[in-house]
Every structure is written in C-alpha cells, then in structure tokens.
C-alpha cells in the first residue's frame, strides 16, 4: 500500500508561470516593429545632427532602398541585381495605389517617398544612379536616412 | 458519502499544453526581437535636374524682349563639391567662387545668398564629384537644408548632378 503513495504524482502549479509567459509575450507582440524587415541593419548610416525620426504613421506609402558601400541594392534582405526593372514595377504598383486614392495622379510625379539608406562610405556615383533611375521613373520626394547620433550604427 | 465526495473534487485544468503554445511563441518573438534603430531623415523634393536660366536653347542674351535678361530669371544656385582621392571633401564652390571645404563658410555664404530679401533663388542644384562618400555630401545637404528662403520657409528643393 505504501507504494501507492509513493506512485501519487506530485503537479506544479503551472498558473504563475503560465500568466508571466502570457505577459512575456505581450510584451514582444507590442514592441514588435514589422518595418525593421525592410531596413538593412548592417549598414552603417552617416551621421547627421539635424536627422529628425519622422512617423508619418504609416499614412505614406514608403519604398525603402537600402544601398550599401559597393552600391549594391538590397531590399527585404535581397539583392536586387535589375535596379532600373524593380524600380519600375515599384512605380507601377505606387501609380496604382495613388490613383485609386486621385484619379488624376500624375505618372511623373508619384507621391510615395523613397527612403534611401545608404553606407556612408557609398561613393556619390553608385548612389545618384539609383536616385536617378527613381526620378525617371516618376519618383520626386525622397528621405535621406542618417543617424543623429555618432554611437548608432 | 460516494455522491458527495465526487461533487467536492476539484476540477483541474491541464495547463502543459497552453504552456508548450506559449513558450513555442515566446521562442518566436525572443528569436525575431530586433529592435530598429532610432534614424533621423531628411525630406526632399528633387526633381530632374532643371535648367539654371530662363535660356532657351540657342538663344541669346536679349533675343527675346520678354526676357531681357537671363540673369532676372536665374533662380537655381549651383554648389559643388569637390573629393580627395579617399572620397572626402576636398573642396566646395557657389557657382564659381571657389572656398575651402570649410562647412561653416558655406553656411555663411548661403545664409547670404539664399536669406536675402531680393534674392531670387527658389532651389538648389549640387554638383558632386562622382568619388564623394555618401557622409560628406550628407554633410553638405545638412548644411542646404538648413538654409531659409526669403519667404521663411526652409529650403527643400535640391537636385544632384554629377559632376563629369
């Protein structure tokens, strides 16, 4: 008979652990950013004291260009090898999205701003390349990232 | 006795299986938690590089009585900046007058230029030297778009050209 007490199990409670888990995981659901997807963190922005964060809410439809020091494209962490055809199709998809908004948009003035990341070390040429292939395509309001402060990467 | 007893018993929950849920969920936000960094931007309207005058192609100073003078519709001013062989500010210039790479002097001279009550300059063109690193130029626009025009308002309207 002692066997069967010995054989009894012995449950935790799992309650406590089970609400800090639950508010673990709130936690990270409300700070989760989504949009950190679309920036390259490896690149390092230059440094500029009048950078300001602007939220515009997520109200601007936003292409996000990340460029790093040899001039490559990178976008959502792909290499982006034909810039003038994604550049294109992404012009298309804002004119879309802009005339279902304005029926008179215009093609060459698209109103989606393109978010340029470059590295600081990217030479001038690789960059005016991809701005200048935005503005054929229609692109006129750009957002120049840096960091306002020096210790950031 | 028997019927009471089984009423008394307390129902437990098994709670193992909406653990493992959690915690396979809090791995998940654990692993993908990368929190953006906090950038700064700058806004710009840059339009394709526009002409500097009110020139026609071909014509000349006072062919046309509308516009006596090229100079009375200039309102682009021209920056340059010039790279080491590091791809570092070497040198800068408005439209021809040359000055050092010194960042405050163009301050200055553009608070001057662009501040003034008569003056006419709506947009800015930079003309980079295809060598310049991104942090340099980014220096330089800093510099522009903390200008104000005349009207009070900021200056926004920057084109880049490379230079050949």
């Known amino acids: 008979m002692s066997s069967l007490s010995h054989g009894s199990s012995a449950e935790p409670n799992l309650t406590p652990i089970l609400d800090m888990v639950f508010q673990l995981i709130t936690f990270f659901m409300l700070v989760i950013n989504f949009k950190a997807a679309s920036m390259d963190l490896d690149l390092k922005l230059p440094v500029m004291g009048s950078a300001r964060p602007v939220d515009s809410g997520g109200k601007d439809d936003l292409l996000v260009l990340n460029i790093n020091s040899e001039g490559k494209l990178k976008v959502y962490g792909q290499l982006i090898a034909n810039v003038d055809g994604y550049i294109r199709q992404e012009a298309g998809a804002s004119l879309l999205v802009a005339r279902e908004k304005n029926p008179n948009a215009k093609v060459d003035d698209l109103p989606s701003i393109v978010v340029i990341r470059a590295d600081k070390a990217t030479p001038f040429k690789m960059l005016n390349q991809v701005i200048t292939t935005c503005q054929t395509h229609g692109f006129r309001n750009f957002a120049l990232k840096a960091m306002n402060k020096a210790d950031g990467t | ?164």
């Open chain 2, 1 to 164: 006795m028997r019927k009471k007893k089984r009423k008394q018993e307390d129902v437990e929950l098994n709670v193992t299986a909406m653990l493992d849920m959690a915690f396979q969920l809090l791995t998940f936000f654990i692993l993908t938690f990368r929190p953006a960094p906090v950038e700064g931007q700058v806004l710009l309207r840059m339009p394709l590089p526009q002409p500097v005058a009110g020139v026609r192609s071909g014509e000349m100073a006072g062919d046309r009585a509308s516009n006596p003078s090229p100079l009375a519709e200039l309102n682009t001013l021209v920056i340059s900046a010039v790279a080491n062989e590091t791809g570092g500010l070497r040198q800068l210039a408005i439209g021809e007058t040359t000055m050092s790479n010194s960042l405050s002097t163009l301050d200055s001279k553009l608070g001057k230029l662009l501040g003034d009550e008569g003056s006419a300059f709506q947009q800015v063109i930079i003309q980079v030297d295809s060598r310049l690193r991104y942090e340099e130029l980014m220096q330089v626009i800093e510099v522009c778009t903390r200008q104000k025009l005349p009207s009070g308002q900021p200056l926004t309207k920057l084109s880049f050209v490379e230079a050949a």
